[in-house]
């Protein structure tokens, strides 16, 4: 079982920046890959990014490539996702997710067995 809990969420000006950060528990965390999704209003969950387990390879959506980061830190467990440049249509709810056994289809949600309850994050423009 692994537990995970997001945070870093906030409202922010278009063009600001904001790190989210996904602290883990209950299982060896260089084990595990991970990733980023995110969910708008009457949209459906997006994957954003994700990052294998021991950093070596990372992937993201289209929409967000060249302005997110994502990283991990297995010495503290914990996985990050540099914000910058943010739009307004950045706005959602991001959750974190984890996965012991990464698949081909690792930009789907049901990829993922874990996830954590989201963090807000609002762009005004």
């Known amino acids: 079982q692994v537990q995970l809990v997001e945070s870093g969420g906030g409202l922010v000006q278009a063009g600001g920046s904001l790190r989210l950060s996904c602290a883990a528990s209950?299982?060896?965390?260089?084990?595990?890959?991970m990733g980023w999704f995110r969910q708008a209003p009457g949209k459906e969950r997006e994957f954003v990014a994700r990052?294998?387990?021991?950093?070596?390879?990372?992937d993201y959506a289209e929409s967000v490539k060249g302005r997110f980061t994502i990283s991990r830190d297995n010495a503290k467990d914990t996985m990050y996702l540099q914000m910058n440049s943010l739009k307004p249509e950045d706005t959602a709810a991001y959750y974190c997710?984890?996965?012991?056994?990464?698949?081909?289809?690792?930009?789907?949600?049901?990829?993922?067995?874990?996830w954590g309850q989201g963090t807000q994050v609002t762009v005004s423009s």
């Open positions: 997710a984890a996965t012991k056994y990464l698949s081909d289809s690792y930009r789907r949600s049901v990829a993922y067995e874990y």
């Open positions: 209950g299982r060896t965390f260089s084990s595990i890959d």
């Open positions: 990052i294998s387990r021991n950093g070596g390879n990372t």
